[in-house]
């Protein structure tokens, strides 16, 4: 890592990734809010990206924006800059860097598996692999999410007069259910929290299909029964949900395979369906890229630096701060 | 195992009690026996299977998973059926036997074949199956359910009274096919041997202070709460049977309690040790619980009687539905009968007004004997359970010592992702002893406090025990201090809790071990 450094800083120019404070030049791989900060000078990011942080900060969250295409190379200097699409969320890349004949690639947050609300992770070979580790323990291994998507359903059929209150995060999980809904052929509407609504129209605009969606009305005298009610996993805990009498509360999240921790949130149906890599995507992306060097970002560190070592390949923790993994809390 | 496993996830994920109960019903409902029967007594811990060591399964997962792996994913998960269910890598087709097989297969397995059974068992299993099947082997399934619970759902699916249920309770056996033939009309309530079924207990409700203004004291009658433990006495034909609390029969501990009473009688009452009624203190009726040999030096210097507080039973009738002064009047009659030196009466004490009693609490207690008072309403039956507006326990004050955390460990179940359960100690000199462990006492806040002050100031780590930065004061409420040779700082807490964060006090106010000693011991 001479060319860069543990703040993922690409020094021959200048150009630091996913930065936690505004910097000069910033390249984003995707918006969520751990990755994505407003206040930069220039932003390099897909069309997308650019798109979602103006969503989220405004129209001038940064002074210039540049976009760039996915699998096209962009020079700078010495320095060749491509986007690989990470399959996370709608925009999400990961950042392949090539100086002076060395390739490291950043992942940013990745999944490997097909999501239709985005365009599908591809894997890209380098020297040097600086990825993600949310859920980087071999306790993480996603059930296929259809059939979590099957229990939202099954559940509807038990009790049919509860509302269900689904806690998703705001970008990439609450298009995602929906989206998984209608492949369920669910095609009542679906209601959302006002949090949700300007990306989940972002996401129609982007002619990703989520059918009908209505943002609840707190004041209206409808009563919800057995209707699925999207909303932040906030939202849920405070106020705002006293309107539904009886609700079932679920929530989507890798982390959600760990009862103990679901029982915690009192979230009564958890749905383990993630946006992020679980352990065998990671390990097993690591192998494929036939990476030397793995450095690890952010997560559970340890575990993948160990996997590294029996695998004789270097790893590396960098523990970056900041990075709370906001989408799947 | 599937509708078991199905179950006990649902139990442990719906909060609200009612819906716990419709579960249940649901589950009996739909449920033959004798597994809905097994399934029942599981969740009351009424069968145990420990016929396989949890080290065993640890052992087993250990030459499957590597062991670092294994130890970074347990750190972090808490739960160690949890993580074993989610970490087991083998999959396997096939179904698992039905929850009333496999506990006979458990029960039997042997010790040769168990590591590919379980091995077995674990890959053919679904995660939540396999997360059931550990908790079923390692005992304690802590979901949240009580054996009160249980029984309420019982009550509610046979539209049967509750009360009903908890007399025969301790009188039936999985897989209780009598008792799902009377709840569903096809056969009569089961009937019970009185001579040897423990009666569940009436239980106390502690007294707050608003309560005791409303109270009034003409209707009521105190005695002392010995420092003993709580026992039920069943006489007959000059046997004896003792049962603790919970309705364990603890008789072979106390071989040389005897009466020559022929007739019939259960009695409740204080178990403590000492001579010519006078009690020492409850470290020394320690000395006598949990043994399964009793040797006779040992009831030569902690001699066992009991302080008689109520009847339930004589000559077979049941004298429950009595109000406590009837009660009260055929006790006495009972005890006058057949005095012995294993029974004494607990007294009653005299007051004429709150006011008085609360000076004879403070005056009076005896720190050794008494856990406290009990108040009595004349008027009530006795009703088995805690329930309200009956009986009520004044404790005595606890005792509080600043004294400084030193370790921590993760907590269980629900607490699973905090560091709950707290080391703390007192200054020997300049060096710190640890004097005992208190997992509770503080809030959701307060928890979070202690849990982020962990984390951040971990100066070492011993597996899962963190030693923590030696800064932080919490003042420790106790009830009482017993000398100890097991503890090195030679002083044994109990029931110690912690009461309040003393963030703002620093260490060197914390005082000396021995100066607690002299105050406390
Ligand atoms: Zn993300």
Redesign the interface.
Known sequence: MKWINENLYISPINTYIDPSKPVENAIITHGHADHAKPGHKNVLATKETINIMKIRYGENCAQNFQELTLNKTLKIDDVKITFYPAGHILGSVQVLAEYKGERINFTGDYKTKKDKTCENFEPVKCHTLVTEATFG?????H?NEHNEIKKLLRSLELFPKRPHLVGVYALGKAQRIIGLLRQQKYDKEIFIHGALEKLCNYYVEEKIFLGKFLKTNLKDKKEYHGEIILAPPSAIKNVWSRKFVDPIICQVSGWM????????N?????LIISDHADWNELTQYIKLTGAENVYVTHG?E??IV??CK?NQINGLALSLSGREDEEDL | MRSFSELINKLLLTSSRNRKVDVLCDYFKNTPDPDRGFTLAIITNSLEIKNIPISKIKEIVRETVDEELFALSYDYVGDLAETISLIWPNKENGNLPQISKMIGILKNINKNESTRKIHSFLSIANETERWALIKLISGGLRIGVSSRLAKTALAKFGEKKLDDIEKIWHGIDPPYENLFKWLCDTGPIPEIDLKNTFNPMMLANPLEDKDFINLNCNNFVAEWKWDGIRVQIIINDSNIKIFSRTGDDISLSFPEIKSLEKNMVILDGELLVGRNYIPMNFNSLQQRLNRKKVSLKHINDFPAFVKLYDILYLNNDDLREKNWEERRNLLENWYYKNKNEFFDLSKIINFNSWKNLTAIRKNEIIDEQHEGLMIKRKSSPYISGRPKGHWYKWKKDPKTVDAILMYAVRGHGKRSSYYSDFTFGLWDGNQLSPIGKAYFGFNDNELKILDKFVRNNTIKKFGPVREVEKTFVIEVAFDSVNSSTRHKSGVALRFPRIKRLREDKPTSEVIQLCEFKLEFL
């Open positions: 323990l071999p306790v993480f291994q059930p395979s760990i009862k103990q921790r679901a029982k915690q009192l979230v009564e149906l958890p559970r340890e575990a160990h996997w029996m």
